[in-house]
């Protein structure tokens, strides 16, 4: 285990070291990185010491800024993927958690780190605001082709014909649930009412 980590890990300083597609800002950062993070340094401020993260911020300014053209060119080969392994930005702790406390700065100029959080805070206000618009979006549009759907089918369906309540006093009003005893009183009522 130990002997395919450390051939993994030569393989992968070869590729660096040989690679044309490492520009000079990249290389000035991502290989301090990529040695904090295949051997981190202990943190001896926990009660257990635990290795020491790379820092959020400083993994994101490299990943999306300084090394983003190596970052593309190392996802998208197989063969790298298989000797590099690369940080993923987004499992480290947020900055101003207590976990970030004690991360590993690799050196970027805070005036790089400064630039950048700017636009990452923007997409995580997004991923709070698209889901709190879009699923309400969503349910009110579902309510809406339920009723468009209840009213389609209603028109499409003949409605029996509606009885009339107050029949005129030349017309015979039919009651078939009244005995026909009540019928001939009522109907004397109505004819009684109407003069």
Do not use: W
């Not at 635990?50 to 996802?75: G, H, M, Q, S, W």
């Not at 990452?120 to 709070?128: A, D, G, Q, T, V």
Request: aromatic fraction near 6%.
């Amino acid at each position: 285990m130990q002997g395919e980590i450390e051939n993994r890990i030569t393989a992968a300083f070869t590729m660096i070291g040989t690679s044309t597609h490492l520009s000079d800002q990249c290389s000035q950062f991502a290989i301090p990185s990529f040695c904090h993070y295949v051997f981190p340094l202990c943190d001896d401020h926990s009660r257990n010491p635990k290795p020491r993260e790379l820092c959020r911020d400083e993994c994101e300014v490299l990943e999306n800024d300084l090394c983003r053209t190596e970052y593309k060119i190392a996802r998208s080969n197989p063969m790298i993927l298989m000797q590099l392994q690369l940080p993923i930005c987004g499992d480290l702790p947020l900055p101003e958690s207590p976990e970030a406390g004690n991360c590993m700065r690799i050196g970027i100029p805070m005036e790089r780190i400064n630039r950048y959080p700017h636009e990452n805070s923007k997409m995580e206000i997004l991923y709070i605001l698209v889901p709190s618009i879009a699923i309400p979006l969503v349910i009110a549009l579902l309510f809406f082709l339920v009723c468009m759907c209840r009213n389609k089918h209603k028109a499409s369906t003949p409605s029996p014909q509606r009885r009339q309540l107050m029949a005129s006093p030349s017309q015979d009003m039919e009651m078939p649930l009244i005995s026909p005893h009540k019928q001939v009183l009522l109907s004397n009522c109505f004819f009684f009412n109407s003069r």
